[in-house]
Nanobody, 124 residues
């Protein structure tokens, strides 16, 4: 089992940047595929980015491709989401997720473990 704690959210102007972090408990972080999702008010949770166990594989939603970068540091049990050129439509609660599966997972139902989320607000 793994516990996830997100941080780094906040209020930023359009065009700005934020870096989200997700710290995982346990000693087997490198055994988990990781992902970032987001949920805006009144909308369903949607996929943002995912990374494989060793970081060799990544995948992004079209809406964030070229602006966001997912990375992980297995020595620090942490996954990151660097968000650049932020837009008001990026406003949401961002969640990280983990699953002990091989590969890059892009759907919510593939993940067994979720954090509590961190709020990102982008003002215009």
């Amino acid at each position: 089992q793994v516990q996830l704690v997100e941080s780094g959210g906040g209020l930023v102007q359009a065009g700005g940047s934020l870096r989200l972090s997700c710290a995982a408990s346990g000693r087997t972080f490198s055994s988990y595929a990781m992902g970032w999702f987001r949920q805006a008010p009144g909308k369903e949770r949607e996929f943002v980015a995912a990374i494989s166990r060793n970081g060799g594989g990544t995948f992004y939603a079209d809406s964030v491709k070229g602006r966001f970068t997912i990375s992980r540091d297995n020595a620090k049990n942490t996954v990151y989401l660097q968000m650049n050129s932020l837009k008001p439509e990026d406003t949401a609660v961002y969640y990280c997720a983990a699953d002990p599966s091989i590969g890059v997972l892009t759907t919510t139902f593939r993940y067994d473990y979720w954090g509590q989320g961190t709020r990102v607000t982008v003002s215009s």
